[in-house]
């Protein structure tokens, strides 16, 4: 199996989505700083004054919902441990704080199930074998290539049933 299979750990650093929402929260900012609202005003002398602060106040909290993860650099991730048998993921992990977390044997797994959604990103999720969905595992926490990821699993414990829900 390829490492990128068994150990796989991305940073908030690293993932461009809070970059974003940084940059776009820091141009609102800016935006409503340099805009005077009296002068908020359409050709046709509609003025909407209180559509400065509000965009000032939204920049500011989505400057501060992207800056929060990339200065904290929260790390997301899963590592299988053949030796062990476990399947082990995260999320929110700092170098302080452990984050959601959980582990599984391998052999205790029922069913990976990935149900494709045409709107978003799939969702996966990951059943033990008295039914229970394992908290805080989803596709957040494994490689990009779903399906790949959950033959390999399979491969290493071929009593995991693997569902695709279209």
């Not at 776009?24 to 004054?49: I, K, T, Y």
């Not at 990951?126 to 229970?132: I, K, M, S, T, V």
């Amino acid at each position: 199996m390829p490492e990128s299979f068994l150990l796989f750990e991305r940073s908030a650093r690293r993932d461009f989505r809070w970059w974003m929402m940084a940059l776009v929260g820091a141009v609102f900012l800016v935006a409503s700083q340099s805009v005077r609202p009296e002068d908020n005003c359409s050709e046709d002398g509609e003025c909407a004054p209180w559509l400065v602060p509000v965009a000032g106040v939204m920049g500011a909290l989505a400057l501060a919902g992207g800056a929060g993860p990339l200065l904290a650099n929260t790390r997301r991730g899963s590592r299988i441990d053949t030796t062990a048998g476990t399947l082990e993921w995260w999320q929110g992990r700092t170098a302080r704080h452990p984050g959601d977390h959980g582990a599984i044997a391998l052999c205790d797994i029922a069913y990976i199930r990935i149900e494709r959604r045409y709107d978003s990103d799939d969702s996966v999720s990951l059943y033990d074998r008295a039914g229970e969905r394992q908290a805080y595992f989803d596709s957040e926490v494994i490689p990009w290539r779903h399906e790949e990821w959950v033959r390999h699993v399979k491969a290493m414990q071929p009593s995991i049933e693997f569902q695709v829900l279209d």
